[in-house]
């Protein structure tokens, strides 16, 4: 087989490009390595343990709002004081092992409710928590 070169003589392919080759053999190990992982972690025939109880593994998110007077609304009606707010916390925490808090505070609140609020939360075992703001 012969190939024309630019000054117009033919000259003979005197080997095959294999780099198109080489490039797909290694993409195809690259497919080989990633999926046989995956196929050696499902070939062992492990019996897991069973568990009496099932707790929640899904985070549930709670909400708590301060007014510009300092009253806390949680499920769209006032807690009484600061005794309602650490009981719902409480009972939060006791429904789902993982809670996140997000305070939704008035511009006009003052700092320490928010802080009061957080740390109620962490002492029923909150510790995730986010501050509610709206964007410009």
Same mark, same amino acid.
């Given at each position: 087989m012969?190939?024309?070169? /630019?000054?117009?003589?033919k ?10 080759? %080489? !490039? %797909? ?11 046989? =992982? ?15 109880? #099932?707790? +929640? ?5 709670? +909400?708590?709002?301060?007014?510009? =007077?300092g009253?806390y609304?949680? !499920? !769209?009606?006032?807690?009484? @004081? @600061? ?11 006791? /429904?789902?092992? !993982? %809670?996140?808090l997000? %305070? /939704?505070a @008035?511009?006009e609140? /003052? *700092?320490?409710?928010?802080? *009061?609020?957080i740390d109620?939360?962490? #002492?029923?075992?909150? $510790? =995730? $928590?986010?501050?509610?703001? #709206?964007r410009d």
């Amino acid at each position: 087989m012969a190939i024309s070169s /630019r000054s117009g003589k033919k000259a003979k392919i005197s080997g095959i490009n294999i780099t198109p080759m %080489v !490039d %797909v053999m290694l993409v195809l190990l690259v497919i080989m390595m990633v999926s046989a =992982k995956y196929i050696v972690a499902q070939s062992y025939q492990i019996e897991l343990p069973k568990v009496a109880s #099932q707790g +929640e593994s899904v985070a549930s998110n709670v +909400e708590v709002i301060i007014t510009s =007077k300092g009253e806390y609304v949680v !499920d !769209d009606s006032p807690l009484a @004081d @600061d005794a309602a707010l650490n009981a719902y916390l409480a009972q939060a925490s006791a /429904r789902a092992n !993982d %809670v996140n808090l997000i %305070v /939704r505070a @008035d511009v006009e609140a /003052r *700092h320490g409710s928010v802080v *009061h609020v957080i740390d109620l939360a962490k #002492q029923n075992g909150i $510790f =995730k $928590f986010a501050i509610n703001v #709206q964007r410009d």
